[in-house]
T-cell receptor, first 113, second 115 residues
Framework: AQSVTQLGSHVSVSEGALVLLRCNYS??????LFWYVQYPNQGLQLLLK??????LVKGINGFEAEFKKSETSFHLTKPSAHMSDAAEYFC???????????FGQGTRLTINP | GAVVSQHPSWVICKSGTSVKIECRSL??????MFWYRQFPKQSLMLMAT?????????EQGVEKDKFLINHASLTLSTLTVTSAHPEDSSFYIC???????????FGQGTRLTVV
């Protein structure tokens, strides 16, 4: 069965600092990987996804993630944090198809002024 | 882009009553829809998968008689929480995808509070 582990339920960085949110996955088949952001009481917004091809994926709002098969990782980064990045972030892996997802536990990102 | 609309955004109901949540794909045909539940400060857990015209497939531990899912058209799926109790209070989110889509598109979610 597929699973996702997000290291760190809460990450706090200063405005302008590097953002690094960690995600490791387990999958018995080549995975599709996703990062979503969720603001309070709202649905999920897709930041980026990896399906096939280039392992470095660029997403919206300056985020990017790199698929590393050997490390079974898909960490999310952003060079310079902005106050508006404060939210909950979820990593997800496909489960028997790209559309059905298994989510990680989520990481709450706090940005300090 | 693909748009999925959930209605209502929030609902309060009395214990013992039923409540229906709608999930609509506005600009594409959704052959498959998924229903997730999210408890406060927790992750999303898949409840069930529904394919248009077929019975929904429920995840282990989800009561199919309590959470009734209907996917009668390619643009609409409904989740009915029957005989709701306070422990059913949660954030319910749907996602929808067409047959060739490499991702599912999420609705805005519905906050259910049972009092």
């Amino acid at each position: 069965a597929q699973s996702v582990t997000q290291l760190g339920s809460h990450v706090s960085v200063s405005e302008g600092a590097l953002v690094l949110l960690r995600c490791n996955y387990s999958s018995s088949v080549p995975p599709y990987l996703f990062w979503y952001v969720q603001y309070p009481n709202q649905g999920l917004q897709l930041l980026l996804k990896y399906t096939t091809g280039a392992t470095l994926v660029k997403g919206i709002n300056g985020f990017e993630a790199e698929f590393k098969k050997s490390e079974t990782s898909f960490h999310l980064t952003k060079p310079s944090a902005h106050m508006s990045d404060a939210a909950e972030y979820f990593c997800a892996v496909s489960d028997g198809g790209a559309q059905k997802l298994v989510f990680g536990q989520g990481t709450r990102l706090t940005i300090n002024p | 882009g693909a748009v999925v609309s959930q209605h209502p955004s929030w609902v309060i109901c009395k214990s013992g009553t039923s409540v229906k949540i709608e999930c609509r794909s506005l600009d594409f045909q959704a052959t498959t829809m998924f229903w997730y539940r999210q408890f406060p400060k927790q992750s999303l857990m898949l409840m069930a998968t529904s394919n248009e015209g077929s019975k929904a497939t429920y995840e282990q531990g989800v009561e199919k008689d309590k959470f009734l899912i209907n996917h009668a058209s390619l643009t609409l799926s409904t989740l009915t929480v029957t005989s709701a109790h306070p422990e059913d209070s949660s954030f319910y989110i749907c996602s929808a995808a067409g047959i060739l889509d490499t991702e599912a598109f999420f609705g805005q979610g519905t906050r259910l509070t049972v009092v």
